[in-house]
């Protein structure tokens, strides 16, 4: 079974604007770590955040996590044309993953 | 940085044909090797996790011997799609951390560019 779920399936904005995507999950983690891909490509590794942490900044991206509520937030600040992607959150159990969030960030 | 090269890159066979795809860590030693399956505009599913030197995990459902791994070295793992059929038409991904056991789980994957297989 997927262990983290992201939503929204999809989410369209203009440039400028901020995309926040959350994901939940199941069961106790260690950590949760955050991909981005292309179409057509492999995924590329954003964030990791440990379950010990509430808060990560890299760039214009922030993640939260909330061990709580079994739920993670990926929130991308001042978008650009090129952030569009699909967008996937991973818990280190078992690197599965969810469906994805699928980015579009119009110009 | 760590990276992961995946070849080939695209492939174009006949139904029936045994398609090998290569996942190699270029610049670290990989003891376990993540090897997903995409459908478009899907997520990725994971099909089996591949260990060197032993044989690889598969996930339920994922046909062992359909899809051959092989992880005969510290730096390269095999994927054989054998007697591929157009359902088997897919993006295939692979992945894979430095060191081993627990602590791959606990650093971030490197991803190779993925394969497209097309069965015609």
């Known amino acids: 079974s997927q262990q983290g779920e992201e939503d929204p399936q999809a989410l369209s904005i203009q440039e400028g604007e901020n995309a926040t995507m959350n994901c939940s999950y199941k069961t106790s983690i260690n950590n949760l770590q955050w991909y981005r891909q292309n179409s057509g490509r492999g995924l590329v590794h954003l964030i990791l955040i440990r379950s010990n942490e509430r808060e990560k900044h890299s760039g214009r991206l922030r993640v939260t996590l909330d061990t709580s509520k079994k739920s993670s937030s990926l929130l991308i600040t001042a978008s650009r044309a090129a952030d569009t992607a699909s967008y996937f959150c991973?818990?280190?159990?078992?690197?599965?993953f969810g469906a994805g969030t699928r980015l579009t960030v119009k110009p | 940085g760590a990276v992961v090269s995946q070849h080939p890159s695209w492939v174009i066979c006949k139904s029936g044909t045994s398609v090998k795809i290569e996942c190699r860590s270029l610049d670290f030693q990989a003891t376990t090797m993540f090897w997903y399956r995409q459908f478009p505009k899907q997520s990725l599913m994971l099909m089996a996790t591949?260990?060197?030197?032993?044989?690889?995990?598969?996930e339920q459902g994922v046909e062992k011997d359909k899809f051959l791994i092989n992880h005969a070295s510290l730096t390269l793992s095999t994927l054989t799609v054998t007697s591929a059929h157009p359902e088997d038409s897919s993006f295939y991904i692979c992945?894979?951390?430095?060191?081993?056991?627990?602590?791959?789980?606990?650093?971030?994957?490197?991803f190779g560019d993925g394969t497209r297989l097309s069965i015609l």
């Open positions: 992945s894979a951390a430095p060191g081993q056991g627990a602590r791959i789980y606990n650093q971030p994957q490197h």
């Open positions: 591949s260990n060197e030197g032993s044989k690889a995990t598969y």
């Open positions: 991973a818990t280190a159990n078992d690197m599965r």
